[in-house]
C-alpha cells in the first residue's frame, strides 16, 4: 500500500487573472483574520446601539451614524493598511502606524488600534450609563459588560504600545515578509 502524500498546491490564478502579485498568501491570511476580528467587533458594537433602548438609555441617530461610520472607516483602513504594507508601498515608520505591524497575528497599525480603543471607550461609557438607567434586573448585566468593554479597551490600547515606532528589540515575522 502507497503511502499517502499531502501536496499543497496554489492556484496563481482566478479565472485566468493572476493575483499572486496582488493578493499573495500571507496577506489574504492577515486579511482574512483581521477582517473576522473587526467584523465581530463592529457587530457587537451595532448590536449593543440596538440594545441600548431596552436598558433606558437612549440614543441618538447622530452617534449611532458617528460610531458606525467612524467603526467601518476604520475597518475598511485597517485592511487598506495591512494590504499597502505587505506589498511594500508604505515607507517606514508609517508602516508601523497605518499598515501592519509586522506581527503574526495582530498585524493592524497603531493608529488603527487606538481608534478602535476609542470607539470601545465610548460604548463602555454607554454601558456603564445604561447600567444607572436600566431596570433593576439588568443593572448588573450593563454593569459587568461595561467593565469587559472596558477591559478590552485597556487591551487594545496596551497592544497599540508602542504608537510611532517599533521597540529597539522588535523582530518582524517570518511569515510576513514576501520573498
Known sequence: ????????????????????????????????????????A???I????????????????????TVLIIGVLTSISTLLGIWMSYLQLIPAPWWFIIGAQGRGATTQG??????ITAI????????????????????????ILSITIAGTVAGAFIGALPIVQPWPDFQVDDDTCIC
Request: positive net charge; charged residues 10%; glycine residues 4%.
Open 1 to 40: 500500500m502507497a503511502p499517502i502524500q499531502c501536496i499543497y498546491t496554489q492556484i496563481p490564478s482566478l479565472y485566468g487573472i493572476n493575483l499572486i502579485p496582488v493578493l499573495p498568501f500571507n496577506i489574504s491570511r492577515a486579511l482574512h483574520y483581521t477582517l473576522t476580528v473587526l467584523w465581530i
Open 46 to 65: 451595532t448590536f449593543s446601539f440596538f440594545v441600548f433602548p431596552y436598558f433606558g438609555l437612549s440614543v441618538t441617530r447622530g452617534q449611532v451614524l
Open 110 to 115: 497603531t493608529l488603527w488600534l487606538i481608534l
Open 120 to 143: 470601545l471607550g465610548y460604548v463602555s461609557y454607554l454601558w456603564n450609563k445604561a447600567s444607572r438607567t436600566a431596570p433593576e434586573p439588568l443593572r448588573s448585566f450593563a454593569k
Open 42 to 44: 463592529v457587530t457587537w
